[in-house]
């Protein structure tokens, strides 16, 4: 099975994921949590997922990993050129840890509490590669170190609750890229973690993904942490994208509402101690009966101020994701400088680039 090539330029995706949309069967009726998504991800590159709690940042984490089951998933996310929607779990289970590998917000639940850290790292090493013990294990070490954990050799031989929160997220971090991988998600990886330690973390992400060529998928609710190590930027509202684009694009020129509304929630330099947090009213869109049209409209600061006609084209047509000329396309992140890309009908491109051609 072959994805339709959108360009023939362009050296191919390392992950391309086209019109995946992933469906829960509930008592309350099917809950599509995430609609149509496409993307690619290039190695060298990385992504970072942003919207808030329940946009379906990771369910659709979890469908690249293939580890949804007894959800319905539809359309293509291909690995390298290979299909990975519907292929066996033992075909999944080799090329989870070995070609792609993920990290938890919450590390603890990863680890198992009655090995060592070093153990654990070296077994997943001696099940992907079938290495010797000695191997193995002087790997899990080399690996500690790499991650910047002091004294790998004495702590490779601790258990998971005698490390502190960062040093387990290290970890974790050391785990995933064992059996170096080429793509590796990070679902919410600092959340838990105080801001020095985050930024830590950060730093160590981005550091191992130039090193290593890596294509990391960073995901968070935090604009501030995709300005500080993203590429491109995928935007997301009710399991769909509203905006993908280049970092510098989307911070300068938000092309959605949706955007333009969590940078204003950003907190600034200048806010005043005691200025309330601004956080954009109304709430997230029921995934039960998704409305006709954008989702965002009942939301939207754009919407508001339209037209009743305008007003009705929001509420009752869906808005496809679409560059500054209006052609629908895909962000393809292996170009710096790629063409924004906004689900809506009254998009805020910048004005020299709305003009179409
Ligand atoms: P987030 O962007 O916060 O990571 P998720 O991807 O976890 O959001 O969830 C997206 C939506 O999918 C949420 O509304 C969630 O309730 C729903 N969802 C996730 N997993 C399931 C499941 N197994 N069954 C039903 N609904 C689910
Ligand atoms: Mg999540």
Redesign the pocket.
């Known amino acids: 099975m072959t994805a339709p090539q959108l360009s023939m330029t362009e050296t191919h995706a390392l992950l391309s994921v086209r019109d995946l949309s992933v469906t829960?069967a509930?008592k309350r009726g099917p809950?599509r949590?995430v609609d149509s998504l496409s993307f690619d991800m290039h190695r060298g590159r990385t992504l970072g997922i942003v919207?808030e709690?329940?946009?379906?940042?990771?369910?659709?984490s979890m469908a690249v990993l293939g580890l949804h089951t007894g959800?319905e998933i539809t359309g293509s996310i291909s690995l390298d050129g290979q299909e990975l929607v519907g292929l066996p779990e033992r075909e999944l289970n080799r090329l989870r840890g070995r070609r792609m590998a993920m990290i938890f917000q919450d590390p603890l639940s990863s680890l198992h509490p009655y090995y060592t850290v070093g153990e654990q790292i070296a077994e997943h090493h001696r099940v992907h590669f079938g290495s010797r013990r000695s191997v193995a294990r002087r790997r899990a070490v080399e690996m500690l170190a790499e991650v910047g954990i002091p004294e790998p050799e004495r702590r490779a031989g601790e258990y998971p609750h005698q490390f502190s929160g960062g040093m387990r997220q290290r970890v974790m971090i050391a785990m995933a890229l064992v059996c170096e991988p080429e793509l590796l998600i990070a679902d919410e990886p600092t959340t838990a973690l105080d801001v020095t330690v985050q930024a830590q973390i950060l730093e160590l992400i981005a550091r191992l993904q130039e090193e290593r060529g890596l294509a990391v998928v960073l995901i968070t609710h935090d604009l501030g942490v995709v300005a500080r190590v993203a590429h491109d930027v995928l935007v997301?509202y009710g399991?769909r994208a509203v905006e993908q684009a280049p970092v510098d694009a989307l911070f300068a020129h938000p092309a959605h509402p949706y955007t333009r509304g969590l940078l204003d929630s950003l907190p600034r330099l200048d806010d005043a101690d005691d200025a309330p947090l601004r956080a954009i009213p109304g709430s997230p869109p029921s995934?039960l009966a998704p409305a006709p049209g954008c989702a965002f409209a009942p939301r939207c600061a754009r919407a508001a101020a339209a037209s009743p006609s305008e007003r009705l084209r929001c509420e009752t047509e869906r808005p496809l994701l679409s560059g500054p000329a209006g052609l629908p396309q895909v962000l393809d992140s292996a170009r710096t400088g790629g063409t924004p890309l906004a689900a809506c009908h009254f998009p805020g491109f910048p004005a020299s680039e709305g003009v179409a051609s």
């Open positions: 829960f509930t809950v949590a919207g709690s329940g946009s379906g940042k990771s369910v659709t959800a997301m399991g995934l």
